[in-house]
């Protein structure tokens, strides 16, 4: 009854204080394609990606039943990295959901100038005024859009009946700055900060106390009072922090509590105390660079009681046998702007004792009808006329011959015969399916991704097989950049059969997609092919990631330079994926029309020879 009461009154009491408008709210993951069009449209930076922007805290004037429903402390609001625009996961300021959307709108165009950051946080209100003017004068046509969403803005501020004479203050320079950029240097210093603008871009993350993210770390009472408004550094990346209690803590009487059943995966224990020099301290500061936000815990432990596991390690002897100790190869750091040699080490593996299987009987029919159509590409006989010699005379040839010859004109080679040859295909496929841990998860009620691609490969290699043309199998996955697993389920050498349906039967998922190593290895292989045209089909459900840096841009530059790489020999790609984000990063690393976007994994067994037969017929 207790908990019952309690949790009525916080709802009552938080629906009281809540601001803003949540029934005409706007999304972003209903406008994040939109607005990633609109960003590179506007000329941005290609690999610049759209993300949620976390939540901060700000020392904003609160109203009391805020203060008594314990809101109004946190706020999502828009920031740019060199690398990544944050917005809002959700706008509900203006009570027309049409002027939220367009709020989007204005926050991506603000966005898309280059990421040059104040020089102290003293000078935000002037650095946004300036990029107010220049967002306007690049994109005149967004000037009626702005004046629109400032009106609407300065209707909904607070009162000054509700504020302080200094706040009174701030508010009617902020006012000013909205309606005439570049008429207000700075606010008078007060002990609250103004309430958020939610049309200018916040360049550093705040505390609670107006120090930036990398002051968290700074006692207060040994920093020097200049020390408190450092100007951030621009090549580092903004971290929110945030102490926290050990979620890990056994003090009291209950020793679980259900709902950290749902979030320990977000919460990992580090300790600090590593040495600066180390490996370990190296890798755990890159690991940093890639978070959002950093939970501390006053929480100590005992370094005896420690383990390190990793569990997606299985035994020597059930895992996958390597042909050899592997390959060194490049990975390209977006960051430095070079190519790393020698960084990432590919190593071939096969299943061991793999019973040779036949084709699964549910697939038995499909299998059929791909055979029947892609027998039509097998090589066909055809006559070439007007040879010098051959097995079939053309009469329509020997008779002008014979009037040419009349007139004497007549030729002492004549060209008269037919020769039947047969029409080759000059092609050659290997198709790179994505084996990671994420292939795991289920695809509908009845298969998961795995089954999916396995079906996929089954039904593609049968067609394959049927029209004759050279295609090889491989999957791919990875533990950071010195194991990166090249699965052999078929080579160009190898014979269709039992056997190879055996392999891809055995296939399993694990690890993750370091994907710019798995297409460098590719295109070694399909560079060894003599064919004319050469394609890489790769199959994946999400975007490149590992256990180190390769996240976010780095993984996704890499690869992009990988499939750059690849089209320099004459290879060419094609992504086939489930990832319903896809959509934002791909047209950047394969370019327009070299992707497909599954919206049901399901149907990639009964589309992919679809595909097969389109791109074969385009190259």
Known sequence: MEEAVG???HNWITGLAQTGYPRAAARLEDHHSRLAMVLRALGADPGLQIKPASEQRLNSPRHWLEKVAGTGLRFALAWRQHDTVFLPARLHVFPQQTDNEALYLWLTALASLDPTYPSSPQNWLSWNQRRVLQTLIRYPGLQALYVQLVNALLLLRTADTQLNRTQRQQERLIRLALTQPGQVDELPTCQYDPLPVPLWLYPQILTNDGRSAEDVSNDETTAHPTQRHRPPQPTSKRKAAEFVEDPDGRDGLIVFRLESLFSWSE?????????ENSEEADEASRIADDLDRISLSRQGSNSQSRIKLDLDLPSAAEDDVPLHEGILLPEWDYRRQQLQPHYCRVIPMLTPHVPPQPLPAYLQRSAQHIRDRFAALQPQQHWRKRQVTGTRLNINDYVDYCSARHHGQGNSLPALWSQQ??????????????????TEAWANNEQQVIEVIQDSLHLLGEGLAASQDAFALYGFSSRRRDHVRFNVIKNFADAWGDIIHGRIQALKPGYYTRMGAAIRQATLVLQEQPSEQRLLLLLTDGKPNDLDIYESRYGLEDTREALLAAKQVGIHPFCVTIDQQAAD?????????QYHLLRNAAELPRLLPKLYLLLSGRL
């Open 267 to 275: 919460y990992i224990p580090l300790d600090r105390t590593l040495d």
């Open 7 to 9: 949790i009525r009154w």
């Open 421 to 438: 040859q047969p029409q080759q295909r000059d092609l050659s496929c290997l198709v790179l399916a994505d084996l990671s841990l994420s």
């Open 585 to 593: 990063y791909l047209p950047y690393l394969f370019g327009a029309q």
